[in-house]
Structures are given as structure tokens and as C-alpha cells.
């Protein structure tokens, strides 16, 4: 093989002879094939092709260039590189000031990578030649004119081509010569120019390559259309300007600058740069040409000039990225919130679903729950998480569809709905949107907001959502919608379906411990102008604050009273009756904040026969409620009291004929008239407070059984369930709820149904930390846990086959 090798830094290029060596010094290339017959300008900036450059210009100046199969990969190994290159000489070096090299290769013969026979400090590779396999045809007189004529059409479209290369080709008569300098000259994937260089056969190559310059001499074509369209458009655009900016110099020199165009041409300029979608563009431009041709002192000026700043005012284009790092995104949350780990999962989960498949919709969540459970908070939290912009609204108390879709034009005083509005507030189109108290919507004659919803929550159809002041379609599906309520019977059936609803329950005292501990009392103490240095609260403290001034679900009430505790410390330091640190203990909590305001009376409520401790769920949360029977001579009627609803009452009534069915099953301790000889009064205390639903059936039932029995039922336990006439407990809802309020009230045992045993599996560590669950199928198993001493009817023909499970089994 012979290689014209050049002196380095000279300027004549010297022919030498000479062979391939049996090791090959091995060149990497990225993004780049070189070919034989060419020459090649090269940066070196890896250590390891540096030192390869150094060492062959030392000797005799050859090495191998074969290309790597990935562009990406900075350090290639053997298995990352072609296996077909080719040899070369190293024709010219210059060292750069900033260590790197830039070398001139001339490129010699095709060589095949046999064997690497030494990897370190390079690559070093046993080669052999591949030379070309030319037979001379007509086919390939054609294919050689043919390759001339397209690729000289294609120097004389693209910049990047010099004229000079056409008389290049004018002189060369070898069709390979001919076709690795147009491979080597072309700019196209390094797949194509490897394929070319693979391809021995100088006719398939021709071949070959004459496909690939048709294909890119379309593409050229197809480009230079479409510069020449968007040239004649710019010409266009810019005569206008030109034209303008002449008409508004003229007015300006006499004197006569238009306030009207003045104010049309910033609309313009505005709408312009709004990035909007062609309908809205083709509306903005029909209302800018109505406004450019309305005088002044029309009515409709006004009009339309705030609809057109409501158009540009929407985010149509302006998106914020998200932040899919799912690591940090869990320490946001963490940050922000204690414990709530499954709504916490839950947008972990849309991060890593949006990761793998950026083009998935947003989803849209329903956080249900008591006040003060933090479910506004949430929503501030996810948008940080996410990297997104929040904005809340609030429709509690809207009656009017209007609110939500927006009025029309034909309207004085029209506006967008609040969707629309928060948009534009939150400045782009994919915001955390959270729709607060949203089953508190009404509806009247104005219309229904909670149908309007449907659109806004539907992912089918909010992808054009039609404002009525806009009247245009707007995009919701990258929004992502967080809604909060606090119960979900009043929303509608049709709404609460197009979301996913997540239960937040209320806080046991660890957690709001715990949430007091790393929120409240440092946001409480920031907020009073106080410091750490000189405020410290003790768990002592905390939890005396929990258990005797709160009796809440969430931590609202909780924060409000360490507030008002460092509000009276901070009156000590302004007013200089304190210079050192104030430790705030469970002493130190009675006297700044009073005497307790909440007692468990349980064990004094349930000392007397007749009374049993019920658990109730509420909207805020679950509650403690007693229910009192007592009896005087009468012909046995039942009178029941407390502001009971129809269900309550229903239920009150059931338990009431269960017992005096099953009166005999109790034997001597209940005399055969008793029934007939007593009118029976059942209460439920708190009259002023409105009472309903079934579960409170077992709670009667026991009430009255302990009256006629006159044994106590045991203070320590509270019972929850539905009963029927046949003495079955039913399943309850709630119970995570009524257990939290169980554990408020200082109760460690509750009663609940059997079919509700699985709920179990949802409850925190500690709300079973010190509790005992029983289950019960029956109204006997209630009866014999529930009062002191049990029944003599469990040992009757009902409790026969029941083993009764340990009680210490379902303790955790």
C-alpha cells in the first residue's frame, strides 16, 4: 500500500511508501466516517487520542479511524466501533492553546478490524486491507455521470458546499475516487456513510450513494419551497411594518398622532406576541379590524378592547416544565406535610406515569375530610413538588352557572368565569388548580354550577372548554385539577364521578404531636416575632394542649391556641418583664391559657345503668355520644328525644323490639311484666344538635338492656353498628373516624361489626397503639363485651357455636 505522507507543519506533501504494521494505532471517531482517497480535519481532545497523536507522529504516522456505532458514549470501547475503517497518515498537527489538537488525516485504504490486541494506554487493532471490487460496465460509466450531475446540482442549492468542489469532480476519472469524495463531502447520517464505506463493490456503492443524493436533493427542494414561502411572507409582514412606521413618522412631523391607532397598534403588537392558536388568532384579528374602524366614542370601543386584553391575557402557550424528580418531589411533600403517606403515593405516582409518558392527561384528585386536616395546604404542596404554578379558587356558596362558564358580551360589566381568570393569574396552562369546598355549590333559578363543573372535570371534554365570555375553546387538559370537600354526599352523583377521591381522616394525638412539633409551633413562633432562643415547648405541654383546649379533627384549633401562648410570651419580652428563654410546660400551659375546657366525662356518664357510649361520624370528623334510657310504671310505650332523625329514630325503635322480644333469654333478671308494666324513654344528649343514621342501633340496643338488667355498661368501651330485628350487626361506615374520636375521649375499647374487621389494614401504627378492637356478628357478642359482667343470654342457645375470639387478638 502506498501512503503520500506530508511533514508535520510542512506544506509539500512527500510520497512514502510502506505497509500496514501488524498493530494499528485505533482512532475513535464520533458522528464522523472517514473514507479513502480524502483528506479529513480532526479535533483531538481526549487524553488518550492525544497521547495516541503523539506517539504515531514519534513514529511513523499511521493509524486507523473507524467511527463508533454511538455518538453519545465518550470513552469507546472495542464492542462500541465499527468493525470497517480505514488507515491513514497524519498529515499536519496544531496544538491549541487550550491543550487540545487539531490534526489533518490523509485517508488511504478500507482496512477490516481483525483483533484488538491492546486496549491501554489506546485502542491497538489488527487490520486488513479491503480494497475496491471495480468492474468496468456501461452500468457504470452511467452511474458515475449520473452521481456528478445530482451532486453538482446539490453544490449549487447548499451554502455548506463550495463551487470549487464541482471543478474537483470535473478532474477525477476514478468512479471509487468519485464516490468517496462525495460520501465524505455530504452531510448525512453516519449509518448512511458507514453502509458506503462497508460496500466494497464500487458499482453497488455508486448505486447506493445515487439513492441517497436523489433523496436529498428532494429534501433540498422541498426546503427551498418552503423558504421561499416563509421569504415572501416576512417581505409582506415587513412592507406593512415599513408602511406603518411611514404613516405614523408622517403624523408624527405634522403634528397629528391618532390616540385611537396608537392604542390599536399596541392591541396588535400584543396579540401578536401571545402565542395564540389559529381560532383565537383569526377571532383577535376580526375584533382588532372592528376596533381599528370604531370611533372612540362608541359604546363597543370599550367592549371590545377589554376582550381582546382577556385574549392575549390567557397562558394559550406559556407552560411551566414539570419537575419529574421523584426524589425531590417526596421531599417537598415530606417538608410540608407529616404522615398522609397515600396521597402522597398518589402524586408520586402521576410524576412517575408523567416520566415515562410525558403525554399523559393530568389527573384530577378529591381530597375528602374534616376542616384542618390540611387538604387546602396539599394542593400548594403538590404544585411545589411538581414545579408548577398554583391557584385556588373557591365555590362554596355559588349558585350561579355564570361563575363558572363566565356571562356573555351582550352583558354590561361582562367578565370570564373563574376558571378563565385563574389562568390568567396563574400565568401558564398547566397550573395545580385547586377548586376549594366544592360540596358546597348550590343551585337556583340562575342555573346549576355543579353541571358546568362537568365540563371543566371531564378529561373527554375539557380539552376545548367554551367560556361564554370568550367564546372560544380553551385547553384544560394539562391542568391539573385538585378539589376539596367535607363530605362527598352533596356533591352530584355524574361530578364526584369524573374524580378520584381520596379520604383524609382526622389526626390522632401523635400525629398532631408530631404535626405541632415540626409546623405549628415553628411557624406559630416566626409569626409572633419570637425565636427559638427564647421559646421552647415541651411534648408535655403539647399534648395537655391537644387533650384539655382542642377537640377537633384537624390542627386548626390546635395552632390557634400555641399561637395565643406565644402571643402572651411575645407581650412579655416587648414589654421587658422577661429576659430569658420561656419553657412552655403543661403547668406553664394552664396558666397562660386557663382553665381546661374539655373533660372526659365518659366513666361519670356511663357509672348508671341505662347509658352506653356510641361513635358517631360527623362532617368535621368523628364524635363521642351518649345515649340514656330510663323507665317509670307505665303500659309500655317508647318515647325517644335528642332531635333525632327518621333513621336514628327507626333505629331506636328496632333495638327497642329486639329487646323486649328477647326479654325471657335473660331469665331472672328480668321479671315477665316488665314490658307491660314500664313506658321506656330513650335520649340522646346535645337536643340543640341535629342526630341520624343506623349506626347507632347496637348503642340503643345495649342502653336498654343494661336498664332492664340494671347492669352498667363498661366506661371504657364505645360501640358502633347497624341492628336488625334478628339481632344482626350490619356494617358501618366511618370507622377510622370514629376510632380517632374514641382515642379523643380517652376509650380503649370499641365495639364495631365483624364485616368492618378489615378496615383495620387502613389505620395508623398508633391509632392501634393502646386500643382493643372486638368484632361482633351478633347483638350478643355486644352485650357480653359491653356490660359489666356480661349476660347470662350468651350461655343460651344463640352463643352456642360462636367460639368467642381472644380479645387480646385484635389489640395492636
Known amino acids: 500500500m502506498s501512503i503520500s505522507i506530508a511533514p508535520v507543519g510542512g506544506t509539500q506533501e512527500a510520497p512514502i511508501e510502506g505497509t500496514l504494521p501488524e498493530g494499528l494505532p485505533v482512532l475513535p471517531l464520533k458522528e464522523t466516517v472517514t473514507f479513502p482517497d480524502t483528506l479529513t480535519p480532526l479535533a483531538i481532545g481526549q487524553e488518550r487520542s492525544i497521547q495516541l497523536v503523539n506517539d504515531v507522529l514519534g513514529g511513523n504516522r499511521m493509524l486507523a479511524m473507524v467511527a463508533s456505532k454511538d455518538g453519545?458514549?465518550?470513552?469507546?470501547?472495542?464492542?462500541?466501533?465499527?468493525?470497517?475503517?480505514?488507515?491513514?497518515?497524519?498529515?499536519?498537527?496544531?496544538?491549541?492553546?487550550?491543550?487540545?489538537?487539531?490534526?489533518?488525516?490523509?485517508?488511504?485504504?478500507?482496512?477490516?478490524?481483525?483483533?484488538?490486541?491492546?486496549?491501554?494506554?489506546?485502542?491497538?487493532?489488527?487490520?486488513?486491507?479491503?480494497?475496491?471490487?471495480?468492474?468496468?460496465?456501461?452500468?457504470?460509466?452511467?452511474?458515475?455521470?449520473?452521481?456528478?450531475?445530482?451532486?453538482?446540482?446539490?453544490?449549487?442549492?447548499?451554502?455548506?458546499?463550495?463551487?470549487?468542489?464541482?471543478?474537483?469532480?470535473?478532474n477525477v476519472d476514478d468512479p471509487a475516487e468519485l464516490g468517496h469524495m462525495i460520501a465524505g463531502a455530504l452531510r448525512i447520517k453516519v449509518e448512511d456513510k458507514q453502509a458506503l464505506l462497508e460496500e466494497r463493490d464500487v458499482g453497488r456503492?455508486?448505486?447506493?450513494?445515487?439513492?441517497i443524493l436523489a433523496r436529498e436533493l428532494d429534501l433540498i427542494s422541498v426546503g427551498a419551497r418552503i423558504q421561499t414561502e416563509v421569504q415572501e411572507g416576512m417581505e409582506k409582514n415587513q412592507r406593512e411594518y415599513f408602511l406603518r412606521q411611514q404613516m405614523k413618522a408622517i403624523q408624527e412631523e405634522l403634528g397629528e398622532v391618532?390616540?385611537?391607532?396608537?392604542?390599536?397598534?399596541?392591541?396588535?403588537?400584543?396579540?401578536?406576541?401571545?402565542?395564540?392558536?389559529?381560532?383565537?388568532?383569526?377571532?383577535?384579528?376580526?375584533?382588532?379590524?372592528?376596533?381599528?374602524?370604531?370611533?372612540?366614542?362608541?359604546?363597543?370601543?370599550?367592549?371590545?378592547?377589554?376582550?381582546?386584553?382577556?385574549?392575549?391575557?390567557?397562558?394559550?402557550?406559556?407552560?411551566?416544565?414539570?419537575?419529574?424528580?421523584?426524589?425531590?418531589?417526596?421531599?417537598?411533600?415530606?417538608?410540608?406535610?407529616?404522615?398522609?403517606?397515600?396521597?402522597?403515593?398518589?402524586?408520586?405516582?402521576?410524576?412517575?406515569?408523567?416520566?415515562?409518558?410525558?403525554?399523559?392527561?393530568?389527573?384530577?384528585?378529591?381530597?375528602?375530610?374534616?376542616?384542618?386536616?390540611?387538604?387546602?395546604?396539599?394542593?400548594?404542596?403538590?404544585?411545589?413538588?411538581?414545579?408548577?404554578?398554583?391557584?385556588?379558587?373557591?365555590?362554596?356558596g355559588v349558585r350561579d352557572e355564570s361563575e363558572i362558564r363566565g356571562h356573555r358580551r351582550t352583558y354590561v360589566g361582562a367578565m370570564p368565569g373563574t376558571i378563565i381568570r385563574a389562568l390568567r393569574d396563574a400565568e401558564s396552562n398547566n397550573p395545580v388548580l385547586m377548586i376549594d369546598e366544592i360540596d358546597k355549590m348550590g343551585s337556583d333559578f340562575r342555573g346549576?354550577?355543579?353541571?358546568?363543573?362537568?365540563?371543566?372535570?371531564?378529561?373527554?371534554?375539557?380539552?376545548a372548554f367554551r367560556d361564554h365570555y370568550l367564546d372560544l375553546s380553551v385547553d384544560l387538559s394539562h391542568v391539573?385539577?385538585?378539589?376539596?370537600?367535607?363530605?362527598?354526599?352533596?356533591?352530584?352523583?355524574?361530578?364526584?364521578?369524573?374524580?378520584?377521591v381520596i379520604q383524609l381522616a382526622g389526626y390522632t394525638e401523635e400525629e398532631k404531636l408530631q404535626i405541632a412539633l415540626r409546623y405549628l409551633v415553628p411557624r406559630q413562633i416566626e409569626r409572633n416575632g419570637l425565636r427559638p432562643t427564647r421559646i421552647e415547648f415541651t411534648e408535655d405541654a403539647l399534648r395537655l394542649i391537644i387533650d384539655a383546649y382542642t377537640r377537633e379533627a384537624g390542627v386548626r384549633n390546635?395552632?390557634?391556641?400555641?399561637?395565643?401562648?406565644?402571643?402572651?410570651?411575645?407581650?412579655?419580652?416587648?414589654?421587658?418583664?422577661?429576659?430569658?428563654?420561656?419553657?412552655?410546660?403543661a403547668k406553664t400551659v394552664t396558666e397562660l391559657l386557663g382553665r381546661r375546657r374539655f373533660l372526659s366525662d365518659v366513666r361519670r356518664r356511663t357509672s348508671d345503668a341505662g347509658v352506653a357510649t356510641g361513635l358517631a361520624w360527623t362532617p368535621v370528623g368523628g364524635d363521642v355520644l351518649f345515649v340514656e334510657a330510663t323507665a317509670f310504671p307505665g303500659d309500655g310505650e317508647l318515647q325517644i328525644t335528642g332531635q333525632l332523625g327518621d333513621v336514628m329514630r327507626e333505629s331506636a325503635a328496632a333495638a327497642f323490639s329486639y329487646v323486649k322480644a328477647n326479654a325471657a333469654r335473660w331469665g331472672a333478671e328480668v321479671p315477665d311484666d316488665w314490658f307491660t308494666s314500664h313506658d321506656v324513654h330513650v335520649h340522646v344528649p346535645a337536643g340543640a344538635i341535629p342526630k341520624d343514621g343506623p349506626s347507632a342501633g347496637v348503642t340503643m340496643a345495649s342502653a336498654?338492656?343494661?336498664?332492664?338488667?340494671?347492669?352498667?355498661?363498661?366506661?371504657?368501651?364505645?360501640?358502633?353498628?347497624?341492628?336488625?330485628?334478628?339481632?344482626?350487626?350490619?356494617?358501618?361506615?366511618?370507622?377510622?373516624?370514629k376510632a380517632l374520636a374514641a382515642q379523643r375521649a380517652g376509650i380503649t375499647r370499641v365495639i364495631a361489626p365483624k364485616l368492618n374487621e378489615s378496615d383495620l389494614d387502613d389505620f395508623p401504627p398508633h391509632l392501634l397503639e393502646g386500643m382493643e378492637f372486638v368484632f361482633a356478628e351478633h347483638v350478643d357478642r355486644v352485650l357480653h363485651e359491653a356490660l359489666e359482667g356480661g349476660v347470662t343470654a350468651l350461655a343460651g342457645r344463640r352463643s352456642a357455636g360462636r367460639s368467642r375470639e381472644p380479645l387480646a387478638a385484635r389489640s395492636r
Open 704 to 737: 336498654l338492656v343494661s336498664l332492664v338488667t340494671q347492669r352498667a355498661v363498661r366506661s371504657d368501651t364505645a360501640m358502633t353498628g347497624e341492628l336488625t330485628l334478628t339481632g344482626q350487626v350490619l356494617p358501618i361506615g366511618g370507622l377510622k373516624e
Open 258 to 396: 391618532d390616540e385611537a391607532q396608537a392604542e390599536a397598534q399596541e392591541l396588535r403588537e400584543q396579540v401578536e406576541a401571545a402565542g395564540l392558536p389559529e381560532h383565537a388568532r383569526k377571532q383577535a384579528e376580526r375584533e382588532l379590524s372592528r376596533f381599528e374602524r370604531m370611533p372612540p366614542q362608541s359604546a363597543e370601543h370599550g367592549v371590545i378592547r377589554s376582550y381582546l386584553e382577556w385574549i392575549v391575557a390567557v397562558p394559550w402557550s406559556k407552560a411551566t416544565e414539570d419537575r419529574l424528580d421523584l426524589k425531590d418531589a417526596r421531599e417537598v411533600l415530606d417538608r410540608d406535610h407529616f404522615d398522609i403517606d397515600k396521597v402522597k403515593d398518589r402524586i408520586l405516582e402521576f410524576l412517575a406515569v408523567r416520566k415515562l409518558n410525558p403525554e399523559v392527561g393530568s389527573s384530577i384528585l378529591c381530597f375528602v375530610g374534616p376542616p384542618g386536616v390540611g387538604k387546602t395546604s396539599l394542593g400548594r404542596s403538590i404544585a411545589a413538588a411538581m414545579g408548577r404554578n398554583f391557584e385556588r379558587i373557591s365555590v362554596g
Open 205 to 211: 456503492r455508486l448505486r447506493r450513494l445515487s439513492e
Open 72 to 170: 453519545d458514549i465518550e470513552t469507546p470501547g472495542p464492542d462500541d466501533l465499527y468493525r470497517v475503517g480505514v488507515a491513514g497518515a497524519v498529515a499536519r498537527m496544531l496544538k491549541v492553546p487550550d491543550g487540545t489538537l487539531r490534526i489533518l488525516v490523509q485517508g488511504a485504504q478500507r482496512v477490516r478490524i481483525d483483533e484488538f490486541v491492546a486496549e491501554q494506554p489506546y485502542l491497538v487493532a489488527g487490520v486488513t486491507e479491503l480494497p475496491d471490487v471495480l468492474k468496468q460496465s456501461a452500468e457504470l460509466e452511467a452511474l458515475t455521470r449520473n452521481v456528478q450531475n445530482t451532486f453538482g446540482q446539490i453544490i449549487r442549492q447548499v451554502p455548506y458546499l463550495p463551487e470549487e468542489l464541482s471543478m474537483a469532480l470535473a
Open 448 to 463: 346549576d354550577p355543579a353541571s358546568a363543573m362537568l365540563e371543566v372535570l371531564d378529561p373527554e371534554q375539557n380539552t
Open 558 to 585: 390546635l395552632e390557634r391556641e400555641i399561637g395565643a401562648v406565644c402571643r402572651k410570651v411575645a407581650r412579655e419580652y416587648a414589654e421587658g418583664t422577661r429576659k430569658r428563654k420561656r419553657t412552655i410546660r
Open 480 to 500: 391539573m385539577f385538585v378539589t376539596t370537600a367535607n363530605q362527598l354526599e352533596p356533591i352530584p352523583g355524574p361530578l364526584r364521578d369524573r374524580m378520584e
